[in-house]
């Protein structure tokens, strides 16, 4: 049955080996079939594949290779790996070593795929199962994994063309990882390592192995989002290559080539799109047994033997050099790069080391980058704060000067008071005097009324020299507005330079002038008297033949003069040229100035209408305050002018009751009189001490009322309404008090001396 599957070279080389199992003992015989039913379970791997091998120029082991024709030695490696992979377990106790060294040497290519399974204990993992039912779902990494299906081995028979058998399965595989790992999902690199994956086994297997490689040979780590590990192998990376080649690593810093722009794809693709295929074969054999650390010993091994050549390169070619020569350097004999790789000096210990100092220095650095974020916030706070207490300093600023204002205006008030206060001692003074001096003089409402009429004449008065004021004021502002529009003493001074210096220009202007005219006043003199000489002798004697001497004169005069008049029309022009040189700068300095008057004065209009706008500013504000205390000045004196009156008219009726009492009393006496209860003289006396007592009494209401009407005017007079009415109503009560005790002195008098002519 596994005959059938596998191509006929193969048979041919399985039965080669069959023979020499049969003349072994049984235990050998029985160490050789069980790997032959580990390949039959592995067979659905190798006849999907058997196209791409026949095909492929990269394949490891070609058919021919397996040729009846093939060496002992090729003989005893089969079996000795059939032995391995049915003796698998016993070998990883026992003979670690030993396998060690044979896997570096390189799995046959058949037994690849059940020893990868075997390396990554992937042979029964329970995501398997779930494989099938993976590829029922949808994933959100679908559109990303179909646009980088068709740039995974492009050149490579199985997954060449669209929609073919290797892209369908890369797909499934690589959907069915981003379902059962979310954090990952699809990265690019994993395809490479997934492709290779599936060109030794069928998908299912390739999937469980790339799950069992994501999760314990630090690739999941590698292709997370952040790709943490990847920063972790660079830092490592770069440690070997400064300690071991120091040159190289200084070359390389000296043209800012970077590690990670040659290296990170080595990492995340583990040399797979960096060498040939069967080089990056051999190389993952080795990293299925030994992890990561085969990658850093290949790429300090490629560094090595490439250091002369890349020394003497700059950046851009150094960068073809990696892209050109580097991957085919070793087609011929990938076991040299294998033993160059192991030649490389790598301390485990000291990479554990560097690991955790590159944590401590992420860690250190995410320390940082949260205290960052939270000055960052604490930034953003304090400017938000910033333009609070802004925004707080202008309310400040107004609520400062409205303190101001209502100081200044307590100021007054302070000073109001104080005058008040003044006044109110002497209207005091003024009302004890009244009082000693008991005037009889009587204010009437008419007195009140017309003292109310002066006083609504005099605020008319005060309002319309309000008005006569502000007039004046605006009268005085348009003053200043044409005084400053007159030329003050610095531009007058300027304006009679401007003047002194235009003067001493037309000077020079005339006395150029008058030079041209002598100039050309000489000119015209010689040209007369040239033209004379020659007149005169073309006319005297007839000599027309004159000599040649002569007329070589006359030549050379006339040259002369020609040159004489076109020196003076040079020279004309020349002063012509300078006066217009100097009329430009002139107007060029006139205007100047011009510009720099206009200048400043735009520039104290400006200054003015700002000084204006805040004079305007001011004098609403005076005037909103003026209006608001008028008008609870006028409140107040309403109230306080209703308050008197009230206090008047209990006054008032205080008295009438006063009086009504005095007339009861007067009419019980005269009925005593007529009764005749108060013949004695005894009684008449005490009567007529009575009558004087209730003489006095109505003197003294005449008195209260007289101060009454006194102290209302004045508080009207003054505005101390308020404080005169209480001090007169304190008077006026303790006068009633004291009336009222009178009276019931007097009646219980009365009621006395009743009983007293009643005893006879």
């Keep these: 049955r596994l005959i059938f599957f596998i191509e006929p070279d193969f048979q041919q080389m399985v039965a080669c080996i069959l023979p020499k199992c049969s003349t072994a003992s049984s235990k050998e015989k029985i160490d050789v079939v069980p790997p032959l039913r580990l390949l039959e379970a592995d067979s659905k791997s190798m006849r999907s594949m058997s196209g791409s091998r026949r095909n492929s120029g990269s394949s490891l082991v070609s058919s021919s290779s397996a040729s009846s024709n093939l060496s002992h030695l090729e003989e005893d490696t089969w079996i000795l790996w059939g032995r391995i992979v049915n003796e698998w377990e016993e070998w990883r106790r026992k003979k670690d070593k030993l396998l060690k060294e044979l896997i570096r040497k390189g799995i046959p290519h058949h037994f690849r795929a059940i020893v990868w399974q075997l390396l990554g204990n992937a042979t029964d993992m329970p995501v398997k199962n779930q494989y099938s039912e993976l590829l029922k779902m949808s994933s959100p990494c679908e559109k990303l994994i179909r646009r980088d299906i068709a740039r995974t081995y492009p050149e490579h028979e199985f997954f060449k063309g669209q929609d073919s058998l290797g892209q369908e399965v890369l797909f499934n595989v690589m959907k069915a990882y981003s379902l059962v790992d979310r954090e990952v999902g699809y990265c690019q690199g994993s395809a490479f390592i997934v492709g290779l994956l599936l060109m030794q086994m069928p998908e299912e297997e390739a999937f469980c192995v790339f799950v069992r490689l994501m999760q314990e040979y630090r690739l999941r780590e590698l292709f997370k989002p952040s790709m943490a590990e990847l920063g972790l192998c660079i830092y490592q990376f770069e440690y070997l290559l400064q300690e071991q080649l120091p040159e190289l690593n200084v070359h390389f810093r000296s043209q800012s080539f970077h590690t990670s722009m040659y290296a990170s794809s080595w990492f995340l693709t583990l040399f797979l799109t960096f060498l040939p295929l069967p080089i990056a074969t051999r190389i993952f054999d080795i990293f299925m047994y030994e992890g990561l650390e085969i990658i850093f010993r290949v790429g300090m091994a490629i560094l090595q033997y490439n250091q002369t050549d890349l020394i003497q390169l700059d950046m851009e070619g150094m960068s073809q050099h990696f892209q050109k020569v580097i991957p085919h350097q070793f087609d011929s004999c990938p076991d040299k790069l294998i033993l160059r790789a192991y030649q490389v000096k790598y301390n485990p210990k000291r990479m554990k080391k560097l690991e955790k100092e590159y944590t401590a220095i992420k860690n250190k650095e995410m320390e940082e980058q949260i205290e960052i974020k939270r000055l960052r916030t604490e930034n953003r706070l304090l400017k938000q704060r910033i333009e609070t207490l802004e925004k707080g300093q202008v309310t400040r600023a107004q609520e400062a000067e409205e303190n101001y204002v209502i100081k200044r205006e307590l100021a007054v008030v302070r000073q109001q008071c104080s005058v008040a206060s003044?006044?109110?001692?002497?209207?005091?003074?003024?009302?004890?005097?009244?009082?000693?001096?008991?005037?009889?003089?009587?204010?009437?409402?008419?007195?009140?009324?017309?003292?109310?009429?002066?006083?609504?004449?005099?605020?008319?008065?005060?309002?319309?020299?309000?008005?006569?004021?502000?007039?004046?004021?605006?009268?005085?502002?348009?003053?200043?507005?044409?005084?400053?529009?007159?030329?003050?003493?610095?531009?007058?001074?300027?304006?009679?330079?401007?003047?002194?210096?235009?003067?001493?220009?037309?000077?020079?202007?005339?006395?150029?002038?008058?030079?041209?005219?002598?100039?050309?006043?000489?000119?015209?003199?010689?040209?007369?008297?040239?033209?004379?000489?020659?007149?005169?002798?073309?006319?005297?004697?007839?000599?027309?033949?004159?000599?040649p001497k002569k007329n070589a004169l006359n030549e050379l005069q006339d040259k002369l003069m020609t040159v004489r008049l076109r020196e003076a029309q040079a020279q004309a022009e020349l002063r012509e040229v300078k006066l217009k040189a100097v009329q430009l700068d002139s107007q060029n300095q006139i205007h100047s100035k011009l510009i720099g008057r206009n200048e400043q004065e735009r520039s104290a209009l400006q200054d003015r209408l700002h000084m204006l706008a805040n004079q305007n500013k001011g004098l609403q504000t005076q005037m909103s305050e003026m209006k608001r205390k008028q008008s609870e000045a006028d409140c107040k004196n309403k109230e306080e002018v209703m308050a008197v009156r009230l206090r008047e008219a209990d006054s008032m009726a205080a008295v009438a009751e006063l009086r009504q009492r005095i007339s009861d009393l007067e009419i019980q006496k005269e009925e005593g009189l007529i009764q005749g209860q108060l013949n004695n003289s005894d009684s008449r006396q005490y009567i007529s001490q009575l009558r004087d007592q209730i003489t006095e009494l109505k003197n003294e209401v005449h008195s209260l009322t007289h101060s009454l009407t006194h102290s209302l005017t004045h508080s009207l007079t003054h505005s101390l309404t308020h404080s005169l009415t209480h001090s007169l109503t304190h008077s006026l009560s303790i006068s009633l008090s004291l009336i009222q005790i009178c009276h019931e002195e007097l009646s219980i008098s009365v009621v006395g001396a009743s009983e007293k002519d009643l005893d006879p």
């Design 422 to 547: 003044d006044s109110l001692e002497k209207a005091q003074d003024t009302i004890r005097e009244l009082q000693q001096q008991k005037v009889k003089t009587h204010y009437t409402e008419e007195f009140v009324t017309g003292v109310q009429t002066q006083l609504e004449q005099s605020r008319l008065q005060e309002a319309e020299l309000l008005g006569a004021l502000k007039e004046m004021q605006d009268k005085v502002l348009d003053l200043e507005k044409r005084n400053n529009c007159l030329p003050d003493e610095n531009n007058m001074a300027a304006v009679q330079e401007e003047l002194r210096q235009a003067k001493l220009r037309e000077l020079e202007t005339l006395r150029t002038f008058r030079e041209l005219q002598d100039t050309v006043t000489d000119l015209n003199q010689r040209w007369q008297s040239h033209m004379s000489r020659g007149n005169g002798g073309g006319g005297g004697g007839g000599n027309w033949k004159e000599s």
